[in-house]
T-cell receptor, first 111, second 111 residues
Framework: QQQVKQSPQSLIVQKGGISIINCAYE??????FPWYQQFPGKGPALLIA?????SEKKEGRFTISFNKSAKQFSLHIMDSQPGDSATYFC??????????FGTGTSLTVIP | DGGITQSPKYLFRKEGQNVTLSCEQN?????MYWYRQDPGQGLRLIYY???????QKGDIAEGYSVSREKKESFPLTVTSAQKNPTAFYLC??????????FGPGTRLTVL
């Protein structure tokens, strides 16, 4: 059973546009929600993370929106750039014991 | 990639052969993890360890074995019992109830 469902599978955005990736989770006990960015042939790198006591967290052009009642969270990339082209993974964890990952979104930002 | 190293970067295995993937971290993290990544399937947990000399099976542990004799090291052995081992293997480490940091990965190919 997929604990975290991620959509879309792929996304194409114009340079300067907004990229939005969505995730939904099942277990209401999850208490930590990170997003990772992965370039081809590399390991995922932590991008931004949120805990369920806040509804939004912003770091530069990256924002996480969190909806606890809907059990959903999303990543917004403002002013998307070609260098943002990568695969993005959402994840959820319970006290850091295990992390459950979404299936990934391949983002392409076209000039 | 931080202070997590994985070796080798590429590994080739013959049928019926056991191979060991190395993972070392100098971040003083208690927890270490092994994931397998296949196209379109995200990251799947193989094994994890939260303390030296103790480890737990993840979702796809069959055909794999690990050891945790030192805090800094968490090697993964892919045994001949793993029928489809060709994949990208990622090691991660983290503090309790905190995020995970990934190594650069090892790409294993069965010849």
């Amino acid at each position: 059973q997929q604990q975290v469902k991620q959509s879309p599978q792929s996304l194409i955005v114009q340079k300067g546009g907004i990229s939005i990736i969505n995730c939904a989770y099942e277990n209401t006990a999850f208490d930590y929600f990170p997003w990772y960015q992965q370039f081809p042939g590399k390991g995922p790198a932590l991008l931004i993370a949120i805990r369920p006591d806040v509804s939004e967290k912003k770091e530069g052009r990256f924002t996480i929106s969190f909806n606890k009642s809907a059990k959903q969270f999303s990543l917004h990339i403002m002013d998307s750039q070609p260098g943002d082209s990568a695969t993005y993974f959402c994840a959820a964890s319970l006290r850091g014991n295990q992390f459950y990952f979404g299936t990934g979104t391949s983002l392409t930002v076209i000039p | 990639d931080g202070g997590i190293t994985q070796s080798p970067k590429y590994l080739f295995r013959k049928e019926g052969q056991n191979v060991t993937l190395s993972c070392e971290q100098n971040l003083n993290h208690d927890a270490m993890y092994w994931y397998r990544q296949d196209p379109g399937q995200g990251l799947r947990l193989i094994y994890y360890s939260q303390i030296v000399n103790d480890f737990q099976k993840g979702d796809i542990a069959e055909g794999y074995s690990v050891s945790r004799e030192k805090k800094e090291s968490f090697p993964l052995t892919v045994t001949s019992a793993q029928k489809n081992p060709t994949a990208f293997y990622l090691c991660a480490s983290g503090r309790y109830a905190d995020t995970q940091y990934f190594g650069p990965g090892t790409r294993l190919t069965v010849l």
